[in-house]
């Protein structure tokens, strides 16, 4: 038996594996580029190449090196110009990744629903047909009656989000 369930877990892992490796693949030469600048962006190389052109830029325009000519005296406003034009394009690539792991995320989640629904309409066929199982044996089930009902009526997910959306607070 142990063997049939490590049949199992492979078979389940590579399932997953092959999803991501195909969500990985669908994505689109735009979606490719974001992600690869967020990558960029949200390295420790990123920060420090920051840091090193910030310092040169205020050595540069404060007249520390004599050397070169001064183009942007204080308060530094082509600095100022260009790191905004920069994070604003870094703000919105990383709302594109975002929005597309949110997609993923939330085809993920349907995905769950789907299976935990199949499982509960599975459980609930095999809890039938136990009792039924019981009765042929003349086996007396502890179980009350009304509980017995409850768990072998079908869920319906309606009602259940509609619970849910009345007893969880807003936020």
């Known amino acids: 038996m142990p063997e049939l369930s490590g049949n199992v877990f492979h078979k389940n892992i590579s399932a997953i594996a092959e999803m991501e490796h195909s969500a990985l ?16 962006a949200g390295s420790l190389a990123f920060a420090l190449i920051h840091c090193a052109w910030f310092g040169w830029w205020l050595l540069v325009n404060t007249g520390t090196w004599t050397a070169t000519p001064v183009f942007d ?8 110009l260009l790191v905004s034009m920069e994070a604003v394009f870094l703000s919105v690539f990383v709302l594109m ?8 995320a939330d085809k993920r989640a349907h995905l769950d629903l789907q299976v935990n629904l199949l499982a509960e309409q599975e459980l609930t066929a095999i809890l039938v ?16 009656k009304e ?16 619970a849910l959306d009345e007893r969880l607070p807003e936020r």
């Open 25 to 40: 693949h669908q994505r689109s030469a735009l979606d490719r580029l974001s992600d690869g600048i967020n990558r960029a």
């Open 73 to 80: 005296p204080f308060p530094f406003s082509m600095l100022s």
């Open 97 to 104: 990744s975002q929005n597309r792991m949110t997609r993923q």
């Open 129 to 144: 047909m136990v009792q039924g199982l019981c009765k042929q044996q003349g086996v007396d089930v502890v179980l009350p």
């Open 147 to 162: 509980r017995f009902e409850q768990l072998t009526k079908e869920t319906d997910v309606h009602k259940l989000a509609d």
